[in-house]
């Protein structure tokens, strides 16, 4: 089993119109045991920027902290919340950073920019920024993960049907994989709110 695989999780963020979305499941396990159901691998950056981080758990939650350190500075020196393409980057460079030494994690990035725009990018574990217009995943079904999601993306989504194509999406991608699943939250981003829903799912 991959290291990558090692405590299981599965994660998509999709675009639609003027609103992203992101999304993680609920699983956390040592392998094929599950040790909690309420760990979600989605960190809140700011009001309109969300991380999502799969792989190993330690190596995310140390990642992370270091990403807060980093944004809080910026707020600090620049008197404002960074930008999600400018957070691309700079997750980007701390990733290469540790080239010889990296996080055993694959990060995803949902924002939205100051004119409503979507931006969602996805990294592998040294930082190769990949950016994307539809949908990114990251986690241990990526192939489930992908079909499902070309299946039901279309564009110009409004929010309610963006939450309802990415729910529908990650529980039927979890479905037969025994490293991930057992229910999940949903963050859907518009330019006025933030909307935060768990649901639930298969338990076996």
């Given at each position: 089993m991959s290291i990558f695989e090692y405590n299981g999780s599965a994660i998509i963020a999709m675009a639609g119109k003027n609103c992203v979305a992101i999304a993680?499941?609920?699983?956390?396990?040592?392998?094929?045991?599950?040790?909690?159901?309420?760990?979600?691998?989605?960190?809140?950056?700011?009001?309109?920027?969300?991380?999502?981080?799969?792989?190993?758990?330690?190596?995310a939650l140390t990642l992370f902290q270091k990403v807060k350190f980093r944004t809080n500075m910026y707020k600090l020196r620049e008197e404002k919340d960074i930008k999600p393409s400018k957070f691309g980057e700079l997750l980007a460079n701390m990733l290469y950073e540790r080239r010889f030494g990296p996080f055993f994690t694959s990060p995803v990035v949902a924002g939205l920019e100051a004119d409503g725009k979507p931006y969602i990018c996805g990294y592998d574990s040294i930082g190769c920024?990949?950016?994307?217009?539809?949908?990114?995943?990251?986690?241990?079904?990526?192939?489930?993960?992908?079909?499902?999601?070309?299946?039901?993306?279309?564009?110009?989504?409004?929010?309610?049907?963006?939450?309802?194509?990415?729910?529908?999406?990650?529980?039927?991608?979890?479905?037969?994989?025994?490293?991930?699943?057992?229910?999940s939250v949903v963050h859907i981003i518009t330019p006025d709110q933030v909307t935060s829903r768990t649901l639930k799912g298969r338990m076996d």
């Open positions: 993680s499941d609920l699983r956390f396990g040592v392998q094929l045991q599950t040790i909690t159901c309420d760990s979600s691998k989605v960190f809140k950056v700011h009001d309109k920027l969300y991380l999502g981080i799969g792989g190993l758990q330690t190596d920024l990949e950016k994307a217009e539809d949908f990114l995943i990251s986690g241990t079904s990526p192939e489930s993960l992908f079909g499902v999601c070309e299946s039901f993306w279309k564009p110009d989504m409004s929010s309610d049907e963006l939450f309802e194509c990415i729910s529908q999406c990650l529980l039927a991608g979890v479905g037969r994989d025994a490293l991930a699943g057992w229910g």
